[in-house]
């Protein structure tokens, strides 16, 4: 019996602890290229810290769009030197980006002035001997969905999900991308 009150109050114990939020200070982007697992972090409290994860934000004058780009590169995928995953988001104003939005259109060499929200999707793999396995992207040909899960225009960050097919038609290679996630990406 004194086993089995141990057993109940050590579960109450460990059900009853909160889970810990994932730190602000940790932008992390994750994927599966070709059913294997990508990852990219940048600590943000840590100025010296390797990029693994860059970003960059256009606001066009005059109201007529922005440009939301980012990228994660990960150097840990055996066999390769280095792969990454870029997403582009695209559209007239970037406060459209609220949770819950989804976006599947594909941006292709749009320009501003931009009317409604876009996305692209771009992958590279470089192998070891420095050469390109390819350059894939959503353009012409790809699928890409992105669906907006947070947005704070005051702090500055984006979190959410992300699928598409990039092609790269020079090596006649598709890559699919699936399972993204981008979380506290700061900008």
């Known amino acids: 019996m004194k086993i089995y009150l141990c057993f109940?109050?050590?579960?109450?114990?460990?059900?009853?602890?909160p889970e810990q939020p994932i730190s602000q200070d940790i932008q992390?982007?994750?994927?599966?290229?070709?059913?294997?697992?990508?990852?990219?972090?940048?600590?943000?409290?840590?100025?010296?810290?390797?990029?693994?994860?860059?970003?960059?934000?256009?606001?066009?004058?005059?109201?007529?769009?922005?440009v939301l780009a980012f990228s994660g590169a990960d150097f840990s995928i055996e066999g390769i030197a280095v792969a990454d995953v870029r997403l582009i988001l695209m559209g007239p104003e970037i406060t459209e980006l609220k949770p819950g939005t989804v976006i599947?259109?594909?941006?292709?060499?749009?320009?501003?002035?931009?009317?409604?929200?876009?996305?692209?999707?771009?992958?590279?793999?470089?192998?070891?001997n420095e050469e390109n396995a390819y350059i894939a992207e959503t353009d012409d040909l790809g699928e890409i969905e992105v669906t907006i899960t947070a947005?704070?225009?005051?702090?500055?960050?984006?979190?959410?999900?992300?699928?598409?097919?990039?092609?790269?038609?020079?090596?006649?290679?598709?890559?699919?991308?699936?399972n993204g996630k981008f979380k506290n990406i700061s900008w």
Not at 8 to 17: G, V
Not at 123 to 128: A, M, R, S
Not at 151 to 173: E, H, L, Y
């Open 8 to 17: 109940i109050s050590l579960f109450l114990l460990f059900a009853c602890i």
């Open 151 to 178: 947005f704070d225009a005051t702090s500055k960050r984006i979190s959410g999900t992300f699928q598409f097919t990039a092609i790269d038609p020079d090596k006649d290679v598709k890559v699919n991308i699936t």
């Open 28 to 66: 992390t982007i994750t994927a599966e290229i070709d059913g294997i697992a990508f990852e990219a972090t940048k600590d943000l409290t840590n100025p010296k810290d390797f990029e693994e994860i860059v970003t960059t934000l256009v606001n066009f004058s005059n109201g007529i769009g922005f």
């Open 104 to 128: 599947n259109s594909r941006g292709t060499d749009s320009e501003p002035p931009y009317t409604s929200l876009m996305a692209a999707g771009l992958t590279t793999k470089k192998l070891l």
